[in-house]
């Protein structure tokens, strides 16, 4: 398995192999940003296909109230393994470690994410890998675009972790990842 930055030339095999929702195309939005120097675009691959995602988001967490209080740590953010079959396979612990590393070589000290009140399973696993409860509660929202071209705003109820990062902890290189 490999994890590198989104390429352009990856757009139309990440839709094809991990759709986004109706007419949202999550992914473009993922890479224009990254293209805009505002977040880093994470792809993990196995035999050439994509099967999981994750976004860095070099200025933080969109939710004001979490941003005001972490004003400086990046987050991870759109973690993902599709399809479902290949899910607790370690794909998504590879995806954070990567997240990690590059997070530490730019010298940031610490990262977050943020976990919804309903995915439980994803709160064990980053407790797992470090992330710690900071009694931060938000509402995550986002919207996406329908098959007929109609918003839906969601507004998730979710908490933010943080882990932080010290000199000699990342166990995973980033080999393999082109930072921007
Ligand atoms: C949450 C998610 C991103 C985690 O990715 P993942 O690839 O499934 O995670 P990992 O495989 O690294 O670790 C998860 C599980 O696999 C186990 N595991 C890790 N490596 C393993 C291996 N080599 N062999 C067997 N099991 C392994 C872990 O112990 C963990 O146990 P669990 O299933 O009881 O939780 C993924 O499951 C997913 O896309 N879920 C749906 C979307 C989602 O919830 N996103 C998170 C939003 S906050």
């Known amino acids: 398995m490999d994890t590198r930055e989104c ?10 192999c991990m759709p986004s ?6 992914h473009a939005i993922r890479f224009e940003r990254q293209q805009r120097g505002l977040s880093t675009y994470l792809i993990a691959w196995v035999d050439d296909v994509p099967v ?3 976004e860095i988001l070099w200025q933080g967490c969109a939710a004001p109230e979490v941003n005001q209080r972490y004003p400086q740590c990046p987050e991870l953010n759109g973690l993902a393994v599709w399809p479902a079959e290949l899910q607790s396979q370690g794909i998504g612990t590879a995806v954070v470690r990567t997240a990690e590393a590059l997070a530490h070589d730019r010298g940031h000290h610490q990262i977050g994410l943020g976990v919804t009140d309903d ?3 994803a709160a064990a696993l980053y ?3 470090g992330y710690q409860e900071t009694g931060c509660c938000y ?7 329908d098959d007929h071209g109609h918003r839906h705003d969601v507004a998730d ?9 010290q000199v000699g902890q990342q166990e995973h290189p ?7």
């Open 7 to 16: 390429q352009e030339q990856d757009l139309e095999l990440l839709e094809a």
């Open 119 to 121: 995915n439980p399973r």
């Open 52 to 54: 999981g995602t994750g």
């Open 21 to 26: 929702p109706g007419q949202t195309r999550r």
């Open 139 to 145: 509402l995550d929202r986002y919207h996406y675009l």
């Open 174 to 180: 980033t080999a393999g990842v082109r930072a921007s």
């Open 127 to 129: 407790q797992r890998l």
């Open 157 to 165: 109820p979710a908490r933010f972790l943080v882990k932080q990062l």
